[in-house]
């Protein structure tokens, strides 16, 4: 079974704290990506990533960066928290992006 | 125009009912066809992938109709367990894939 962990489940953090989430894949997996899910909008995609070192942004990529050193390890960086950031942060890898996406647990981030 | 679009519902049905939900999307040349069940504070899980010729798993069917730009979720006998957001995943041609923002289900006893 393919198998997404992240780094925490539930993080409280101030404002203007750097943030970092990390994400963890066990299957050899190309492509990795963070989403942020809020009530009435859905998933939406931060950032994903198709190979080490690689980036693209998503969707709402501002207020936020990656890192991808290594394949199976993808970090979403808060640079500065702020408090609209409040959000679940879900990772997840798929081995193609044709192909079906793997999520973690998710990280439940309220910024006070 | 959204690319993906889900009616948010939510939709209460009694036990052993059989409910359907559709999920539209914009682009004629998407190609593959997702959907994933959510249950209450946890990470989306794939249930089925959706081919063109329809699918079923036990209680659930999934069909495709590329006329009218749309897929669908039928769920037959519904038990309470199958209470959850299902949201549906669009990707095109280009590799750009996309989610709805899901639809609400709940089963009443």
């Known amino acids: 079974d393919v198998k997404v962990t992240q780094s925490s489940r539930y993080l409280v953090k101030r404002t203007g704290e750097k943030v970092f989430l990390e994400c963890v894949q066990d299957m050899d997996h190309e492509n990795m990506f963070w989403y942020r899910q809020d009530p009435g909008l859905g998933l939406r995609l931060i950032y994903f990533s198709y190979d080490v070192k690689m980036k693209e942004k998503g969707d709402i990529p501002e207020g936020y960066s990656v890192s991808r050193e290594k394949k199976e390890r993808f970090s979403l960086i808060l640079e500065s928290a702020s408090t609209n950031q409040t959000s679940m942060y879900l990772c997840?890898?798929?081995?193609?992006?044709?192909?079906?996406?793997?999520f973690g647990p998710g990280t439940r981030l309220t910024v006070t | 125009r959204k690319e993906v679009e889900q009616d948010p519902g939510p939709f209460n049905v009694p036990e052993g009912a059989t409910v359907a939900f559709n999920c539209t999307y914009s682009?004629?040349?998407?190609?593959?066809f997702f959907w994933y069940r959510q249950d209450c504070r946890k990470e989306p899980k794939l249930l089925m992938s959706v081919y063109s010729s329809g699918n079923e798993d036990g209680r659930f069917t999934a069909q495709l109709n590329r006329a009218s730009q749309y897929i669908s979720l039928l769920i037959r006998d519904s038990k309470l367990s199958d209470s959850a957001t299902y949201l549906c995943?669009?990707?095109?041609?280009?590799?750009?894939?996309?989610f709805g923002t899901g639809t609400s289900l709940t089963v009443i006893p």
């Open positions: 682009n004629s040349a998407s190609q593959s």
């Open positions: 995943v669009v990707i095109n041609t280009g590799n750009q894939f996309y």
């Open positions: 997840a890898s798929s081995l193609s992006v044709l192909r079906v996406q793997y």
